[in-house]
């Protein structure tokens, strides 16, 4: 796939950055589950966070293609998967929801902060009953006069415990089922809301997640995103600018994987010879290169959509897919043929590892993007009917 210059020009602009601002080791801060506070401030400097935003509010509009092409360098050249993760959660679930949907009072209020990095963004669908069936959520939105009532909690919510503003679904009528969900800007300091402390994950650790509680959570109306009723379509939004480009860091992690590996088993002799002429470790090299050179235009083609102002569900349903299933094998492949190195926390690949399978899981399972797949094939759904009030 060609790449306008003006791509060109930004990536290396962004591996400028990298190279710069954005070299530190992420060993630490892993073990520790630390949010990485200068990294964030060097992106937001960076223009990271402005990348896919138009520029009538405020960003860059780049577009969603050269904005996955920056974060493939991104996940190639820093070190701290976890802030890439924060990056993202914070642009798919935060900012790009409020420039789609979001009045023109509240991008002023709000992209602003979002933008230069001041203002971090979360966002709460997941319930600890509401996993992949996400519009089975119990969290209820009461009109109380002018203001919104909000009553729930949210199990895993990415950035909570450093998040400004968080994006809370929630049920305004639950015997309208999906069609009742709302989205509801709630900024950190509101009364009754409450964020844990970060939860303790295998992976992608400082990336800080943790869960909210909402209780007589006391919102204007004004802070509705879209309409009541249209939060599932602003959700849906979200996962598919996220399922595409969220997956781009890890496009980018393969391919470092892939240098380091081929590095290594040039270097590594046993037997007197080094262990990449032995056909078992060579395959598994020829293995990683495939995967990389099939994630990527997956992850490209989003882009190419979107900028198009198309329909990318299925095509984000499939890379979601293939690619953190490809991360997740080359990952594997790394640690095997470093073989006790690649086992070693002081190295990447076994935390590469650990990250990788969370993208199994965030932004909808992978078996539910094979069950989306299949639907929009239009085989007959396996799921049950679900009645008016959202139930199974
Ligand atoms: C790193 C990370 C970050 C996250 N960030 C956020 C966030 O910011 N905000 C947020 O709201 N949520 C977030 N989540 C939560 C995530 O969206 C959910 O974990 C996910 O939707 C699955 O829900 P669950 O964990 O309850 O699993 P469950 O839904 O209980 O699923 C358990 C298993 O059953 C399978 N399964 C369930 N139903 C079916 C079916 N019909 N067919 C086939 N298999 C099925 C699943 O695929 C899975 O393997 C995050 C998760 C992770 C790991």
């Known amino acids: 796939m060609e790449l306008s210059d003006d791509i060109i020009r930004l990536r290396q602009e962004i591996e400028d950055l990298a190279r710069d601002r954005l070299a530190e080791s992420g060993v630490d801060r892993d073990r520790d589950g630390a949010f990485w506070s200068h990294g964030w401030a060097a992106c937001a400097e960076g223009g990271v966070l402005r990348l896919p935003v138009p ?28 802030l890439l993760f924060s990056i993202n959660a914070h642009l798919w679930a935060g900012v790009i929801p409020i420039v789609r949907f979001g009045t023109e009072d509240q991008k002023h209020r709000w992209l602003p902060g979002l933008l230069d990095g001041s203002v971090i963004a979360g966002h709460g669908a997941t319930e600890s009953e509401a996993g992949s069936d996400v519009f089975a959520m119990r969290t209820t939105a009461r009109r109380d006069g002018e203001d919104w009532i909000l009553e729930g909690s949210k199990s895993f919510v990415a950035n909570g415990p450093v998040a400004d503003l968080l994006v809370v679904y929630a049920t305004t009528d639950p015997d309208l089922g999906e069609l009742g969900i709302t989205g509801f800007l709630v900024p950190r300091d509101t009364p009754g809301l409450q964020c844990s402390e970060p939860l303790d994950k295998m992976g992608l650790r400082t990336s800080q997640t943790g869960a909210i509680v909402l209780e007589d959570c006391r919102v204007p109306g004004d802070a509705i995103l879209g309409r ?15 399922r595409g480009a969220i997956l781009a860091m890890h496009v980018g992690r393969m391919e470092r994987q892939l240098d380091e590996a081929v590095r290594f088993v ?3 002799r046993q037997f007197g010879r080094p262990i990449g002429s032995y056909q078992s470790v060579a395959n598994r090299i020829v293995d990683m290169k495939m995967r990389i050179e099939t994630a990527r235009p997956l992850v490209r083609r989003i882009g190419m959509l979107k900028d198009d102002g198309r329909q990318a569900m299925l095509e984000a349903a499939i890379a979601k897919l293939h690619v953190s299933e490809a991360a997740v094998q080359s990952s594997l492949d790394a640690v095997q043929v470093m073989g006790s190195r690649g086992y070693l926390r002081e190295g990447i690949v076994e935390r590469d590892l650990r990250d990788a399978l969370g993208a199994r899981i965030y932004s909808g399972t992978n078996e539910m993007q094979r069950v989306m797949i299949a639907r929009l094939l239009g085989l007959p759904s396996s799921l049950p009917e679900r009645r008016p009030d959202g139930s199974a």
């Open 55 to 82: 520029e009538e509010d405020g960003g860059r509009g780049v577009g969603l293609l050269a904005t996955i092409v920056a974060m493939e360098s991104l996940g190639r050249m820093v070190d701290d998967l976890g």
């Open 266 to 268: 040039k270097e590594r």
């Open 228 to 242: 009541p009723g249209g939060g599932a379509a602003c959700f849906n939004c979200s996962m598919e600018w996220e």
